[in-house]
């Protein structure tokens, strides 16, 4: 009996903390921000095989923290869900971005003190996508990540 309270307890608190702050808030904050107009300028935006916007997938290791970003052209978060869909899901790796980071990384990566390539390295990022254009276009993707980052 015991461990069934205990169980059931753990999972309560494990899907209470399955959501961003505030999923909403997040899309309004990056809209309004100069990131926007960054994964456009690089060029970050465009490249989204064909369907319009991309998808960018954040998820918190250990947890049931995750949430799926549709970007559009103009670089503006247009969906948001606030439990993206299996790592394993296949979203196309060629365009799309999957984020991978425990949270006292995410939180790390809050603050803003390093970039995305140091959080790569050395910092417990780890992503799934196009890795040249990460590469490239690494301002416009730190833009992005900050303002994620400060929201989980």
């Known amino acids: ?45 465009k490249n989204d095989g064909g369907k319009n916007f ?4 954040i998820f918190v290791n250990h947890s049931f923290q995750s949430i799926e970003l549709h970007i559009n052209k103009s670089g503006k978060i247009i969906t948001w869900i606030d439990s993206a869909k299996s790592a394993d899901s296949s979203i196309d790796t060629d365009v799309d971005y ?11 990566i809050s603050k803003g003190e390093n970039d995305f390539m140091y959080h790569l390295t050395v910092g417990g990022l780890a992503f799934k996508g196009p890795m040249m254009e990460a590469m490239s276009k690494m ?14």
């Open 98 to 108: 999957q984020f991978f980071a425990d949270i006292e990384d995410w939180h790390a």
């Open 54 to 57: 991309k998808i960018v997938q």
């Open 1 to 45: 009996m015991k461990f069934t309270t205990i169980l059931v307890a753990l999972l309560a608190s494990a899907f209470a903390l399955s959501s961003f702050a505030d999923t909403k808030t997040l899309a309004e904050d990056f809209n309004k921000s100069g990131g926007a107009s960054e994964l456009v300028s690089s060029g970050w935006a």
């Open 139 to 152: 301002q416009a993707i730190d833009q992005l990540l900050l303002i994620i980052a400060k929201n989980i």
